[in-house]
């Protein structure tokens, strides 16, 4: 523990158990000193969530729907009666209908494509919109996306399509939000074992794949994307943003399987 978010406060938008990439990265940031709110979907979520948030002494919980800007205003209205600023956002907030994420790209339905970009990507905006109010100092709005939004990977689908665009709105943000001192990054991990990611086609055989052709021969942990958070939430990111960091064991960097897969 180095104290690196000590007297800052942030809020987490996406836990939904303890293997969720978001409170890995809560759990980082709490080991540093930042004090932490964090917002769940529905009464079923929050019971998942409320265990969690007790254990790193965290007492803000606040149920927040995305798609319904109403709730999103009244989250704010509510954050902002408790806390007189807001010092960072994580932003793990996503979705596709599963049953899309097994089959062909081809074949996504404009239901499910419109409803992904607007939770997955246009949501990073709303949230965005309404943080900037309470960054009275500056601070810092962090997203998680995944290399499947530049390389195609089997029955990632409209999810890639929906980082894309989420990547693309990271370096908007950053550049809108820049001359308030706000900065504007995400977090690339490899696969990782979460509710989310299970939801995809062939979650196992990728996780494996990656795990052994990675040049570090191991995926992210939550240790490790959490620690770079840290980093990017910290004031020795002050001079980091629109940035996409990836934390994926050096995966990104191959053209090919290692020699001994092929």
């Known amino acids: 523990m180095a104290d690196l978010m000590t007297g800052k406060r942030g809020l987490i938008m996406g836990v939904a158990n303890e293997r969720s990439i978001a409170w890995g990265i809560a759990r980082a940031m709490a080991a540093e000193g930042a004090e932490l709110a964090f917002t769940f979907q529905g009464d079923a979520f929050g019971k998942r969530v409320e265990p969690l948030v007790k254990s790193i002494g965290a007492e803000i919980m606040i149920d927040c729907d995305v798609m319904d800007s109403a709730k999103m205003d ?104 820049g001359p308030e001192g706000i900065r504007v990054n995400a977090v690339s991990p490899g696969p990782m074992k979460t509710l989310a990611g299970a939801a ?5 055989k990728t996780f494996k794949h990656t795990d052994m052709n990675a040049p570090l021969r191991a995926n992210a942990t939550l240790e490790a994307v959490g620690g770079t958070s840290v980093f990017l939430a910290s004031d020795y990111g002050a001079c980091t943003t629109g940035e996409i960091i990836r934390v994926d064991g050096g995966y990104h960097v191959l053209g090919m399987p290692q020699t001994e897969n092929l």
């Open 200 to 204: 995809i086609g062939g979650a196992r």
């Open 74 to 177: 009244a989250a704010f209205a509510e954050l902002g009666a408790k806390w007189d600023r807001l010092d960072f956002v994580v932003h793990a907030i996503a979705f596709s209908d599963r049953s899309e994420l097994t089959g062909r790209f081809i074949d996504t339905s404009l239901e499910n494509f419109t409803n992904s970009m607007a939770i997955s990507c246009y949501s990073l905006i709303d949230v965005a919109r309404r943080s900037r109010a309470m960054m009275t100092e500056g601070g810092t709005i962090l997203t998680l996306t995944y290399q499947g939004s530049n390389r195609v990977t089997p029955y990632y689908n409209v999810m890639g399509v929906a980082k894309a665009a989420l990547e693309s709105t990271v370096r908007y943000l950053a550049n809108d939000l």
